[in-house]
């Protein structure tokens, strides 16, 4: 039993750990907590239900899709509502309120378009066999949740380390003005940071989607609680950090379900944040900044 909630957890964990792995990049190197990122989220769940509903799309073509169509979403969201912040160099809480009005005004307009019904994915999306080993029960979605958290992570560290592309974003994220000096087009790099959390964010959506099989609009929303949990533990823009946090987050949610109570996990989640604000700041991977006079 503990070995199988332990196995639940990180399944769950790695989802978890890619919807913030999105959201930490975009804190760390634009420098905004975009509260429209929950939307991306819900918007990639979408574009694969409608993938594999209408247009006979497999689980392994939808996702990719779904993601880039989530990205897509983000940059314009991001063109639309901070980009002449940034030009203007506003401080920190415009963005904040700004993403807030346009985050529920995207709800709103969501659920009158869609409705608020739970929607759900083709029943043969996906075999639903499962695997036993050594005692261990995985399911085909399991593994698929697992197989694609790993490649998208992956292929993020690689940019991010192995790449200009990526020595170019983390330069933008230590000294925006003085990557601008030496020639880098940060206009246009905030929108390729965009469009990459928008995808992370957006395939986060569909494969909670493929796990829960439940898709709603506001499926977003309670995924960001999860998501401050996660970059706050981990360390504000850290993405080691957020990776590590996402499994734990989800460790402790399936242990808390399975050996306390179900409605409970929100309130542990809550109690993280708390904790660590208390004690550690910065998180557990971050770093603190000291201000001096």
């Known amino acids: 039993m503990f070995a199988q909630q332990l196995v639940n957890g990180v399944l769950l964990g790695a989802t978890y750990a890619l919807f913030a792995l999105g959201f930490t990049l975009m804190f760390g190197v634009l420098r905004v907590i975009n509260l429209t990122y929950g939307f991306y989220f819900s918007a990639g769940a979408f574009i694969a239900l409608f993938l594999t509903r209408q247009a006979g799309f497999g689980i392994w073509a939808a996702l990719p899709v779904a993601a880039m169509g989530a990205g897509a979403v983000a940059v314009a969201l991001d063109w639309l509502l901070l980009s002449r912040l940034r030009r203007v160099n506003a401080p920190e809480l415009s963005s904040l309120m700004v993403t807030l009005g346009g985050v529920l005004a995207l709800y709103s307009a969501a659920t009158s378009i869609l409705g608020p019904d739970i929607r759900r994915l083709p029943p043969d ?129 399936v242990f808390t379900a399975g050996y306390v109570a179900s409605g409970l996990k929100e309130a542990v989640a809550f109690a993280i944040l708390v904790v660590v604000l208390w004690t550690r700041p910065s998180g557990l991977f971050g770093r603190a900044v000291v201000r001096r006079a």
């Open 125 to 253: 999306l996906v075999a639903s066999d499962a695997f036993v080993l050594a005692g261990l029960r995985v399911t085909t979605a399991q593994l698929l949740i697992l197989l694609a958290t790993a490649v998208m992570v992956g292929a993020l560290m690689a940019l991010m380390r192995g790449t200009r592309l990526g020595l170019a974003i983390r330069a933008m994220a230590e000294k925006p003005d003085a990557a601008g000096l030496m020639g880098i087009d940060t206009g246009r790099l905030a929108a390729l940071v965009s469009f990459i959390s928008g995808c992370l964010a957006g395939a986060g959506g569909v494969l909670i989607g493929l796990n829960f099989n439940a898709i709603h609009p506001y499926m977003g929303e309670a995924m960001m609680l999860r998501g401050f949990v996660v970059i706050i533990v981990g360390g504000l823009g850290d993405i080691r950090g957020a990776l590590i946090a996402g499994l734990l987050l989800g460790v402790i949610e």
